[in-house]
């Protein structure tokens, strides 16, 4: 055994050349480093309207049994899952939020040798969750600006074991159509699975009469992941789940830990499942949020990428971190993307019709003097 006084070199070669993600800045840090009040973060795709009220009553009324362990099942929440979808309780994997699930996958069909395939621009977890496993990643060119599934479907290999595809896609927005998508992930080689990342699909509005769900009865190598993150404004739970074959949910539960969902996480989702009023109310303050964040860039003459989330990635023309620096020291923070091969635009996520004339007038007042 060959000596080292590095521990570095003792990490497991995926490990050792990772490059940890970036989150969003979160408000108490730019407090603490500018000393101002009243931040605004636009930064991680969050809910701007808060938690929802049912879910909040859920969490109080849960708090004097902490003391217990979680079901480590999720029994009621999954059969609330079941439900709402119409399908069985064993085609459910519930994640601590769906990135959780994203990485049991790569644990559980990804080793070196193997190859993970994803888009260019596609969400940096992917890459991530790809290289702490040894495999490869095989990323390909983006079709403006989203994922280009004719030539993905070209790349496939013998050793492609996990497709990557986040519809809408963060961070650039883009939407591939359902028929499209359905027809890629039917002519899937039978061993290649294809994960569907539907983070943002409460904020889509017309799915072409088409839903993803009807597709996993042909595609037993196809899983769906979903949160609780973002239209349902509960990012600080850390709750998600995947919808896929019995098969693929039975593999996955061999992987995670046995209470990979907190107490607090479980009843908190189960309730604002039932919160329409709530949701409904989510995405409509979108839609406004983002009529108001485009008009705005298009009176600064501002190029931006048509989204179908609750965030719009803006072509500054310049580099974008410095238009950052210069919202942080206005009390905004957004979401440079230079690190997702978009070094010119920053991603918005759209907030309160107050939070997003607040940014417009303090992204006026940066542009003019930069
Ligand atoms: C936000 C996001 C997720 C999920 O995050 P969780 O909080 O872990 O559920 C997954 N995929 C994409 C593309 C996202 O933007």
Redesign the pocket.
């Known amino acids: 055994m060959s000596q080292t006084n590095n521990i570095y070199d003792l990490a497991v070669n995926g490990v050792r050349q990772l490059v940890p993600y970036i989150a969003g800045k979160p408000i108490e840090e730019l407090e603490r480093e500018l000393g101002l009040t009243n931040i605004i973060k636009l930064a991680s795709?969050e809910n701007p309207l808060g938690p929802g009220k049912k879910a909040l009553a859920a969490i109080q009324a849960a708090l004097p049994k902490l003391t217990l362990y979680p079901d480590g099942n999720g029994f009621n929440l999954k059969a609330a899952l079941a439900k709402k979808y119409a399908l069985n309780v064993d085609q459910i994997t519930l994640g601590n939020?769906?990135?959780e699930l994203l990485e049991l996958v790569a644990r559980a069909f990804l080793a070196p040798g193997l190859e993970a395939m994803f888009s260019q621009h596609a969400?940096a977890?992917y890459p991530i969750v790809t290289q702490a496993v040894g495999a490869n990643a095989v990323i390909v060119p983006a079709l403006h600006f989203g994922n280009d599934l004719e030539a993905m479907a070209a790349r496939i290999s013998d050793l492609t074991r996990v497709i990557f595809i986040?519809n809408p896609n963060?961070p650039t927005g883009t939407l591939l159509s359902q028929a499209d998508l359905e027809q890629f992930i039917s002519a899937l080689p039978k061993h290649c699975l294809c994960v569907l990342?539907e983070?943002y699909f409460e904020f889509v509005g017309d799915k072409e009469g088409i839903n993803s769900l009807d597709w996993l009865k042909q595609n037993p190598n196809l899983i769906i992941t979903r949160?609780f993150?973002?239209a349902y404004g509960l990012?600080g739970l850390?709750i998600?789940y995947g919808l896929s074959s019995p098969e693929i949910a039975d593999i996955l539960n061999r992987v995670r830990q046995p209470f990979n969902n907190n107490a607090l996480a479980l009843v908190a989702a189960e309730a604002a499942l039932e919160d329409t009023d709530y949701l409904q109310q989510t995405i409509a303050v979108n839609s406004q949020g983002m009529s108001e964040l485009t008009a705005g860039f298009k009176s600064l003459g501002l190029e931006w990428i048509p989204s179908a989330g609750n965030f719009v990635s803006v072509d500054l023309k310049r580099p974008g971190q410095s238009v950052y620096e210069a919202l942080l020291r206005k009390g905004v923070i957004v979401r440079p993307v230079a690190n997702y091969g978009l070094p010119n635009h920053l991603r918005i996520s759209i907030g309160t019709p107050a939070e997003n004339q607040f940014f417009l007038k303090a992204l006026a007042e940066t542009l003019a003097n930069v």
């Open positions: 795709n939020g769906s990135n969400f977890v986040a963060n990342d983070a949160t993150s973002k990012a850390r998600g």
